[in-house]
Structures are given as C-alpha cells and as structure tokens.
C-alpha cells in the first residue's frame, strides 16, 4: 500500500536564521522591529527568506527598505534632444531604482545653453538640492570654480563622459579619450586604401574628451604615415542646423576627403549632409563617429558611417551613481573609472 506523500512544510523563522547563518533571535528582531540591526544583516536575512519562499519575506524586505539611507544625486547633462544624453539620463534613473544600498533619489537636468556662466549658475543651483553631482561639462574657469565651491562645501562632484582639470581635477566616469580617437585613427588607416586628406570635427575644444580624441586621432595618423594630410578642425557646437552647414562646406570643398572623423555632438547634421552628397552620388569619405543611436545605427546600415565607437552607457550611469554615493560617504574619496570604448560596425548591429 503506497504512502501519501508528506506536504512540504512552510519554511520557519528557524529555517531563515539557519539559511542566513544568524540567530532565531535575530530574524525576530528584522521581523518585528524590536532591536536595530546591522544593514548588511538584515540585507542577508532578506536574501534566505526570499530564497526559502518565506511566507513573512515581504516584512523583512521592507524593514531592509527602511534602513536604507536616502541620498540625493542631481545629474547635468549636455543637450536635452541629443538621443544620446536621453538614453544616459534613462539609464542614469534605471541605476538609480536598482542600486541596493541606498534609497536614491535622482534630479536630471539638461544644459541645452552651453555658456560657460550659465553652466556654473546652474551647478551651484542644483548643489543646493542635492548631495552629490554628476555632470557632463565644459572645462572653464567659471566652471571649474563653481565645482571647487561645491566640493569645499561638502557636496562632491563627478564628471561623466569629460574630465576635468586644473582645480576641480576629482572624481570621473567614462572612457579614456586618448584611447577613443586612436581608435579612430586605426579605423580610418585601415579602411581608406592610401592615406590622403583628414578632417575632425567636433563641438568644441573646451570639451577636455573631444581635445584629447582631436589630438590623438591626429598623432595616431601622423605617425602611421608622413602621407596624411590633417585638416583643420571644424566645430559643430553641438547644434545640429550648424554642423550640417559647416559638413556641407568641408564635403563639397575638400571633394577629394579621405576621412572624417566626427568627435562631437551635431552628428545629425553631418550624417544630413552625408546623405545628400551621397543622393547626388558625389564619393564620400571614410566616417567614424560616436555613440550608437537609432540614428548613428542607420548611418552604418546604409554605409554613410563605416565605424560607431560608444560610451558603455549603462555602466557609465552604474558606476555614476556607485562612484557618487560613496563620495557622499567619503568627501575626500577621488575615483576615476575607466570603461572600455564599445565599438560597431555595419555587421554588428541589427
């Protein structure tokens, strides 16, 4: 005669303390609120009720809420309708709901007016809200200033994607730049069939990122070969109407271009100009430029764009928001986080 089988039995508080390797007692202080408990305690508590299926995991979850310290992080980023700063500022919010140590509560602003005053105006506003500040930015005396204000009254601050020098020299997230434009410089060698003229254009030069990918795309060409011809630079001031126009300009005035590279923001209206010079079957250079977008997607699919290198964007805000809390914690903490460059071609992407 066969045995009915046995009904699992619901996991106990005694099954709990003995998962999480603590006392009975314990678990009943987490689940009752009788006695304060160490954070990272009661984090392990939660972690074997949720594992066991215990039938009160819900209450133990919420008291390790509960003693999670909240922290303010306000975020500034560059221009609020490049797709790029969009999906960082999401990114930046999606790391901010699942950081585990600590409830965050995060403030994103956009500097769409680039002017150095203004920027600084606005640094030192949102200092005023916040605990810590994340911000891409110009390196200007004016803004560097404001950061030092900031950081001597206690609120820290880390540059994302642009370093920045001379006194507010701390704390940053991103790729190393020099990296990026030899990165470019190696594409370009490799893809045009004989070296000839070369063009960069960027945002501006006050971006401490787009000066250094300038200057080491042209030392990697330079010393590639003594053949290279390297233009001068041309600005887009992240506005997408005036690098169509000065694209336009450097395409139909320089027909034979060998290379472009497009280091900056404004990348709209370059890949705009590209499109029409191609539509008119005019030959077009070899394009390398930043971050995989929707848009920068298409250019490598079509072939206006023969390379796309990127910042990791989810790991940028990750560590963003990892690097700003704990210099919350430790005013004196300065951490520079390198991340590798994420590279596309038109074979790599959907």
Same mark, same amino acid.
């Given at each position: ?19 999480? %390797? ?35 995991? %819900? ?33 930046? &919010? ?13 403030? @994103?602003? /956009? ?21 810590? @500040? +994340? ?12 950061? +030092? ?22 704390? /940053?997230?991103?790729?190393? &730049?020099?990296?990026? %434009? ?39 060409? &330079? ?16 506005? =997408? ?19 472009? /590279?497009?280091?900056? %923001? ?15 079957? @005019? ?7 930043? =971050? ?55 074979? &790599?992407?959907?």
């Amino acid at each position: 005669m066969s045995k009915a089988p046995r009904r699992k039995l619901r996991p106990t508080m005694a099954d709990v303390a003995r998962e999480a %390797g603590v006392s009975l007692s314990t678990v009943d202080r987490v689940l009752n609120l009788r006695a304060d408990v160490r954070t990272d305690t009661a984090h392990r508590i939660a972690t074997a009720a949720a594992r066991l299926g215990f039938h009160a995991k %819900g209450v133990i979850e919420q008291r390790v809420l509960n003693d999670k310290p909240t922290v303010r992080l306000g975020f500034l980023l560059q221009k609020s309708g490049v797709a790029f700063y969009q999906g960082l500022a999401q990114a930046l &919010s999606n790391a901010a709901t699942t950081f585990t140590r600590a409830r965050i509560r995060v403030v @994103i602003g /956009y500097l769409d007016d680039l002017d150095p005053a203004t920027v600084a105006q606005r640094v030192l506003a949102l200092g005023n809200q916040v605990d810590g @500040i +994340g911000m891409v930015a110009v390196d200007h005396p004016l803004v560097r200033d404001a950061i +030092g204000r900031l950081r001597g009254a206690g609120v820290p601050v880390v540059a994302l994607i642009s370093e920045l020098a001379g006194p507010a020299d701390g704390s /940053y997230v991103g790729v190393d &730049s020099r990296l990026m %434009g030899r990165t470019a410089g190696w594409f370009v060698s490799r893809l045009v069939r004989a070296p000839g003229s070369a063009a960069v254009m960027v945002s501006s030069q006050r971006f401490q990122c787009q000066e250094l990918c300038e200057l080491s795309f042209r030392s990697y060409l &330079s010393k590639h070969s003594s053949d290279w011809e390297l233009l001068a630079s041309r600005l887009t001031l992240e506005d =997408d109407d005036f690098a169509y126009g000065n694209a336009l300009d450097l395409l139909s005035g320089e027909p034979d271009l060998s290379a472009l /590279y497009v280091a900056g %923001g404004g990348v709209a209206g370059v890949l705009r100009a590209l499109r029409e010079l191609k539509q008119q079957a @005019i030959r077009l250079p070899v394009v390398v430029c930043h =971050d995989l977008t929707p848009l920068t997607r298409d250019a490598l699919k079509t072939d206006l764009v023969q390379a796309v290198l990127s910042h990791p964007v989810v790991e940028v805000a990750e560590q963003a928001v990892q690097t700003l809390v704990a210099a919350v914690s430790d005013p004196n903490l300065v951490a520079r986080v390198m991340l590798p460059i994420q590279i596309s071609v038109s074979e &790599s992407v959907d």
